[in-house]
């Protein structure tokens, strides 16, 4: 059974940063993709940030030149440095992984405090 746990998450000021980690266990497989969701209070899902097999990323617009995603295939994890933290980034952080269908971290929190 695959199981995603994330770790790092906490509360912060604003300015500050924070490094967000995710261990994939119970696979003999590479995914597709792996990346990050968050969630904040009373709005919807949003990606944050992906990284393919291949090493190419992507970012949501807000967190461009502040947020960096990075795996180690090898281990199976996926971590997400983030920097210059805003208030607007309190959240919970999934992270995701693919391969035929998704897998989901149950979510850590993280608060930015002004």
């Known amino acids: 059974q695959v199981q995603l746990v994330e770790s790092g998450g906490g509360l912060v000021q604003a300015g500050g940063s924070l490094r967000l980690s995710c261990a994939a266990s119970g696979i003999i497989f590479s995914f597709n993709t792996m990346g990050w969701y968050r969630q904040a209070p009373g709005k919807e899902r949003e990606l944050v940030a992906v990284?393919?097999?291949?090493?190419?990323?992507n970012y949501a617009d807000s967190v461009k030149g502040r947020f960096t995603i990075s795996k180690d295939n090898a281990k199976n994890t996926v971590s997400l440095q983030m920097n210059s933290l805003e208030p607007e980034d309190t959240a919970v952080y999934y992270c995701y992984a693919a391969r035929g269908r998704i897998y989901w971290g149950q979510g850590t929190q993280v608060t930015v405090s002004s």
């Open positions: 990284i393919t097999s291949g090493s190419m990323t």
